[in-house]
């Protein structure tokens, strides 16, 4: 399949005469096709007819090799002939991969796009002289993995995800442009949006959790921060949303592997982050590894194509991911490198990272006459168009101080960050009081775990790169704390992250039966979500969970902190311990963060984006579910099946609900909802069956703080659509809003539901709304239960 070749310009002609000439025809279809076929530019800025002047003017002066030097993506490392068993196969289909690339060579002679993951600005600023001083002069775009943080480090954007706080994203990417550009880093490989329902998956870490609505209010949120709205700011960089598509449904939850759906799951579950980030103007996307219904997402015309260009009028480029476009091989849909090349540039990937194809192969391709120059020269162009809008001829350099440290004014806000991201998952009373937070009267702490003091974990996946030592540990901020309060912390290691040695127990025994506390500070290691994370065991790893119950037997008072990149399976923990709280990996405040909301200078307010299973075999498990003709009612699940409690859709060993379910999290203080109404109880479908229809329902609903203590609430709007062509979750997440209440307060939320939230994709792919009955609840968590209803009538 061929690219279009068309610019922004002349397609904004094409498709109103394309939109006229259906018009007749297509009458009854176009009206009860909400969804347009096309869409206007997506980025404001990308389609700015001065940039095509001068990217044609540009164009116009290269040479095929600086052209196809745009589209070439080295490390500082260049390339060296692989050496692996995968690499072999690499060799075998690309025999040029045997002479290894220099990359300050290439960046000399011009032929050198852009570049990962090269840290420093001495570093950047070498490789940008050499480029600057090339014929054309076009400047290297310094793309790098800063997913949660440059040098300042905030939570995992899973645990970033719980806090449902989308100006608190914004404001620390922003704030992570502001550190990375000082060492020339203009392109960040972030966010990452694929929607993960399977917390075997270890890149769940890297995204936020398994709703549609949550994962593209928060897409929406990074890309704003990153590129602000003027991408040639000297702070801003562009977004590079990845990985598309569907990554997060690599079957199984094992990584790299293939997923396999319906198109109306792609586009009602998958896609709305990835377009969410799109329309907010996003420059770039990444390619996913893994194959989508049989077709590799790094040469797949439907999704970079079809989708991302056509409908949602996307003017970036689209870079692939590590060596995908080579991979190609090894999915078997290219025998070559030639053909891998042909059908990943011809589908839409611009930008090759790593496999060291494209400049091997398009020259070939070209002089056999099996790819056109016009599609070569419509990949520079969108290459040349995002480096023209940040404004990098301009300013090729970083601009600056350089960041290599945490930055002391940046670390209220990462605290701040860590306190929202923890959920606070149970916290039962002991002796008649809740177990948190922690009183006055504790005047001594057992803080036992590998993860008390582990500096490099609380950086979490993809912090590795930046310094441990800045990073505040729990046992660091619980002493000071404790001298401060006349206390004293008793701290054991305990045992360690994985491995069975018991040597430790004792001593953490010990100091347990001391304490008039105990804070455990239990989970996985840093590396055991990310990439190449994949975990078929969901358990504590190593001999934690042993531990843990060994000194849950003292009885003395307990307080879990989970560390993870993902949902644990903490049945055990559940029925057993008091006070459990998820909190992620916290980024360089972790200890400060956690003794504010252990010592109660701030209430927990995080919320679930991902929900945390009984038991494995439950995964892949969401809350948005589909109905099924057989569904278990109010049997109790938790009991063997029996008599009409056997043939529903259930498990005969576990309930079939979540532990800890999406959208709950509690605080130290309690809330109410009541008196959810809607603004109307009938909308005709032709007011509603219009993508542009917005406010077309009001809900409200009153929150009161019932508790104590002042508290954050996170009230969420549920939604369920009962009589539609095509059966709809049981419920859906179609609001949100962070709510500060003083105890006794209580405050009207508003929600407002317009095509977006009501509609969906039926059978033929089209977004639309149809006659149907509509239940909305509003509550704390995804089993909110104060509710109201309205129809769409026909
Ligand atoms: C990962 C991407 C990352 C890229 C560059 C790949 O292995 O899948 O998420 O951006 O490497 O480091």
Do not use: C
């Given at each position: 399949m061929k690219r279009p070749t068309i610019s922004p310009l002349h397609r904004a002609v094409t498709l109103l005469a394309g939109t006229l000439a259906c018009a007749g025809v297509h009458a009854r279809e176009q009206a009860a096709t909400a969804m347009p076929q096309t869409a206007a530019p997506s980025n404001a800025q990308l389609a700015s007819p001065d940039i095509e002047r001068r990217v044609d003017a540009l164009l116009r002066q290269m040479t095929l090799e600086e052209k196809i030097g745009q589209l070439v993506q080295y490390n500082d490392q260049g390339f060296s002939a692989p050496t692996t068993a995968n690499g072999d196969q690499a060799l075998a289909a690309n025999p040029e991969t045997q002479t290894r690339v220099d990359a300050m060579a290439l960046a000399k002679q011009g032929r050198l796009g852009s570049m990962l993951n090269v840290i420093g600005a001495d570093k950047t600023r070498a490789f940008q002289e050499a480029a600057m001083h090339s014929r054309l002069h076009i400047p290297i775009l310094f793309g790098a993995d800063v997913i949660h943080g440059y040098r300042t480090i905030y939570p995992v954007p899973l645990g970033l995800a719980a806090s449902w706080d989308t100006a608190l994203v914004q404001d620390l990417s922003h704030m992570a442009a502001t550190e990375a550009t000082t060492a020339g880093v203009k392109w960040f490989y972030s966010p990452m949006v694929d929607i993960s329902r399977d917390a075997r998956w270890g890149r769940s870490t890297e995204g936020a959790g398994e709703d549609a609505y949550l994962g593209a209010a928060m897409a929406r949120a990074y890309v704003r921060g990153y590129q602000g709205t003027d991408l040639s700011r000297p702070d801003s960089v562009a977004a590079s949303v990845k990985h598309f598509a569907a990554y997060g449904a690599a079957?199984?939850?094992?990584?790299?592997?293939?997923?396999?759906?319906?198109?109306?799951?792609?586009?009602?579950?998958?896609?709305?982050?990835?377009?969410?980030?799109?329309?907010?103007?996003?420059?770039?996307?990444?390619?996913?590894?893994?194959?989508?219904?049989?077709?590799?997402?790094?040469?797949?015309?439907?999704?970079?194509?079809?989708?991302?260009?056509?409908?949602?009028?996307?003017?970036?480029?689209?870079?692939?991911?590590?060596?995908?476009?080579?991979?190609?091989?090894?999915?078997?849909?290219?025998?070559?490198?030639?053909?891998?090349?042909?059908?990943?540039?011809?589908?839409?990937?611009?930008?090759?990272?790593?496999?060291?194809?494209?400049?091997?192969?398009?020259?070939?391709?070209?002089?056999?006459?099996?790819?056109?120059?016009?599609?070569?020269?419509?990949?520079?162009?969108?290459?040349?168009?995002?480096?023209?809008?940040?404004?990098?001829?301009?300013?090729?350099?970083?601009?600056?101080t350089e960041v290599t440290h945490a930055v002391p004014g940046h670390r209220a806000l990462v605290r701040r960050a860590a306190e929202e991201s923890f959920v606070l998952l149970r916290n039962a009373a002991v002796g008649g009081k809740a177990v948190l937070p922690l009183g006055d009267g504790v005047k001594s702490v057992a803080l036992i775990g590998p993860l008390a003091d582990a500096a490099n974990e609380m950086q979490g996946a993809w912090g590795g790169g930046n310094q441990a030592p800045d990073v505040v540990t729990l046992q660091q901020a619980l002493e000071r704390r404790m001298r401060e309060r006349g206390g004293r912390v008793l701290f054991a290691h305990g045992t360690d992250i994985e491995g069975d040695s018991t040597a430790g127990f004792d001593e953490a025994l010990q100091a347990a039966r001391q304490a008039d506390v105990v804070v455990l500070a239990l989970g996985e290691s840093s590396a055991m979500s990310g990439e190449a994370g994949s975990r078929a065991h969901l358990d504590l790893p190593g001999n934690q969970q042993q531990l843990l119950e060994k000194v849950a037997a003292i009885g003395k008072p307990v307080v879990l902190l989970v560390f993870s990149g993902r949902p644990l399976v903490l049945d055990w923990a559940a029925r057993h311990v008091p006070a459990i709280m998820a909190v992620w990996f916290p980024g360089t405040e972790a200890g400060n963060a956690l003794a504010n909301v252990l010592f109660g200078d701030v209430a927990p307010s995080g919320k679930l984006p991902m929900s945390f299973p009984r038991a494995v075999g439950q995964e892949p498990l969401y809350y948005n579910q589909f109905p099924t003709g057989r569904p278990a009612g109010d049997a109790d699940l938790s009991r063997?099946?029996?008599?009409?409690?056997?043939?529903?859709?259930?498990?005969?060993?576990?309930?079939?609900?979540?532990?800890?379910?999406?959208?709950?999290?509690?605080?130290?203080?309690?809330?109410?909802?009541?008196?959810?109404?809607?603004?109307?109880?009938?909308?005709?479908?032709?007011?509603?069956?219009?993508?542009?229809?917005?406010?077309?329902?009001?809900?409200?609903?009153?929150?009161?703080?019932?508790?104590?203590?002042?508290?954050?609430?996170?009230?969420?709007?549920?939604?369920?659509?009962?009589?539609?062509?095509?059966?709809?979750?049981?419920?859906?997440?179609?609001?949100?809003?962070?709510?500060?209440?003083?105890?006794?307060?209580?405050?009207?939320?508003?929600?407002?539901?317009?095509?977006?939230?009501?509609?969906?994709?039926?059978?033929?792919?089209?977004?639309?709304?149809?006659?149907?009955?509509?239940?909305?609840?509003?509550?704390?968590?995804?089993?909110?239960?104060?509710?109201?209803?309205?129809?769409?009538?026909?």
């Open positions: 079957e199984a939850g094992r990584e790299y592997n293939t997923t396999d759906m319906s198109d109306i799951r792609l586009r009602q579950v998958y896609l709305p982050p990835y377009r969410a980030a799109v329309e907010a103007g996003a420059a770039t996307l990444m390619s996913s590894f893994n194959a989508l219904n049989g077709v590799p997402a790094t040469a797949n015309p439907y999704l970079m194509d079809e989708i991302l260009r056509k409908e949602w009028g996307f003017d970036g480029f689209v870079v692939s991911d590590y060596t995908a476009v080579m991979e190609l091989t090894h999915h078997g849909i290219a025998l070559d490198a030639a053909t891998a090349t042909k059908k990943a540039l011809e589908a839409g990937v611009e930008v090759d990272m790593m496999s060291h194809f494209y400049d091997t192969q398009i020259p070939k391709l070209l002089a056999e006459h099996r790819l056109s120059t016009a599609t070569v020269d419509e990949a520079v162009r969108r290459v040349l168009r995002v480096k023209f809008a940040l404004g990098l001829f301009e300013h090729p350099y970083a601009q600056g063997p099946p029996g008599g009409d409690t056997r043939f529903v859709s259930r498990y005969i060993d576990v309930p079939n609900d979540a532990l800890f379910p999406f959208g709950h999290g509690l605080g130290y203080t309690s809330f109410a909802y009541s008196s959810v109404s809607v603004s109307r109880r009938t909308l005709p479908l032709a007011q509603a069956n219009r993508p542009d229809a917005r406010s077309l329902v009001t809900v409200t609903a009153t929150l009161t703080n019932t508790g104590k203590r002042a508290g954050t609430e996170v009230a969420q709007l549920y939604l369920r659509n009962l009589g539609a062509s095509v059966e709809q979750p049981v419920r859906s997440l179609k609001g949100f809003q962070r709510v500060t209440l003083k105890p006794g307060e209580s405050r009207q939320v508003r929600f407002e539901l317009g095509f977006p939230e009501l509609s969906f994709y039926d059978v033929h792919s089209r977004q639309v709304v149809e006659p149907t009955h509509y239940t909305v609840w509003v509550g704390g968590s995804s089993q909110a239960t104060a509710q109201a209803a309205f129809d769409v009538t026909p």
